[in-house]
């Protein structure tokens, strides 16, 4: 254990403590930490350097990655009030938090096993935690501060933490102060935060004391800079100063409480004889089921709803089958004009589609012309059936063409109307 107190010339003396085990860590170590004080217990690398094999030579320096594992005698993982931190197997392990009334007398032995990273060897030690019951605990005034430049393992130096509860007590003027309590931000739901400009995680720390808060404490709670918090603007501290040259206080997020104006909840439990009121003889179930009739069950469960869909099977039957117009009716509701048009198109692609089936064929006789575009004669077919039209090209060019008529290309007309009364000249251009 490691106890130190801090003095002042302008003030009284007191001391604090802080449980940190600077010595080497030994086999069924036992620590005597109070009940709301902060403990904290350093595992040092130097000391298990010496205890795995094979030793360095003369002259060399071991400096073998060690990590290590913590947890409750019997039990996976450490208690819930204890936390433990190494941030990489070059540092030293740190295990810390607040003890609880309710472990108070018990002890609670942790195992400690080393691992030596580069030849595998383990090396295990055991830490019996005996928590005291402190006098004044719990300390009426507690406050918690945010610290925006510091990661929890640098706050759990001595000296650090030292610096931290000197500087609280010049501003707060306690007669006793202590530290309850240190997370980290990350625990608090915070962001890794981006390693660039030497960025911190950030911790909270908890401390107590005997006297009401000082009115720099208070300034906090001002509208001013209740205001000026929502804004995401630095709320305006006099005392900010004697923090800012080593730790950067996150104001907004400072708690303050109060437990002299906490209403108590507890109700005392008025504890009887133990004794259950006589309900009479009690009586088991039978052993012998009765028979049951699952007739209902399959009505309710399989013919319902298969008669229902029977009935809308019908229905959609019925409506699909019955009830359909039909071609002659569809017809009567058609144009004649519509019907031709319909009629032509269809056998002009029943005609392609047989063409293209062979092309031995004659031509199709919507590709010839069927009147003279003159007289208005019809025209006999240009090739008979016998002719071979497979080397006839796709189009043909109207020079040299059987039965073609030439055809002027002006022609003039004059239309006389019946009364007499008008002349009309047009002149025609037929191609």
């Known amino acids: ?23 080497k860590v030994h086999s069924d170590r036992n620590v005597y930490p109070s009940a709301g004080v902060l403990f904290v217990h350093v595992l040092e690398r130097e000391y298990f350097k010496g205890e795995f094999p094979p030793y360095p030579k003369p002259g060399e320096i071991s400096n073998d990655p060690i990590t290590f594992n913590t947890n409750l005698m019997g039990y996976p993982d450490r208690p819930g009030w204890l936390r433990y931190i190494q941030r990489t197997p070059y540092s030293d392990g740190v295990l810390y938090g607040s003890p609880t009334v309710e472990n108070v007398g018990k002890p609670t032995i942790i195992e400690i096993t080393a691992y030596n990273r580069r030849t595998f060897e383990t090396a295990r030690h055991n830490l019996i935690i005996n928590i005291m019951s402190a006098e004044d605990f719990p ?5 918690e501060f945010f610290i925006r430049n510091m990661n929890v393992e640098e706050m759990l130096a001595s000296e650090v933490l030292g610096d931290f509860l000197g500087a609280v007590k010049n501003v707060w003027q306690p007669e006793r102060l202590n530290a309850i309590n240190i997370t980290s931000a990350l625990d608090r739901g915070g962001r890794v935060p981006l390693p660039i400009n030497d960025m911190k995680e950030g911790v909270y720390v908890m401390v107590g004391a005997d006297v009401p808060f000082s009115s720099c404490l208070r300034e906090v709670e001002n509208p001013q800079n209740q205001l000026r918090c929502s804004q995401e603007m630095e709320p305006v501290i006099t005392c900010d100063k004697k923090f800012r040259t080593q730790f950067h206080i996150d104001w907004c997020k400072i708690s303050l409480v109060d437990n002299t104006k906490q209403v108590s909840t507890f109700q005392e439990v008025i504890r009887g004889e133990g004794i259950l009121p006589d309900g009479g003889e009690y009586k088991p179930p039978s052993d012998t089921l009765k028979s049951r009739d699952y007739y209902s069950d399959f009505l309710i469960t399989l013919a319902v709803p298969s008669a229902i869909a029977l009935v809308l099977f019908l229905i959609l039957a019925y409506i699909m089958c019955c009830r359909r117009e039909g071609v002659e009716k569809r017809n009567m509701q058609t ?8 009629s032509a198109i269809q056998k002009s692609t029943k005609e392609l589609r047989d063409m293209s089936k062979n092309r031995e064929i004659a031509w199709p006789l919507s590709t010839l012309p069927v009147f003279h575009p003159v007289t208005g004669e019809i025209v006999p ?15 043909q060019t109207q020079q040299n063409l059987p039965h073609q008529t030439q055809i002027p290309q002006q022609q003039s007309a004059e239309a006389v109307c019946s009364s007499g009364h008008c002349i009309v000249s047009r002149k025609l251009r037929l191609l």
């Open 1 to 23: 254990m490691f106890h130190f107190c801090l003095f002042s010339v302008s003030y009284l003396s007191f001391c604090f403590s802080v449980y940190t085990i600077l010595s």
């Open 139 to 143: 300390l009426p005034y507690q406050a």
């Open 335 to 342: 144009p004649d004009i519509q019907l031709v048009h319909h």
């Open 381 to 395: 077919p240009l090739h008979t059936d016998s002719y071979d039209n497979t080397s006839m090209p796709l189009m």
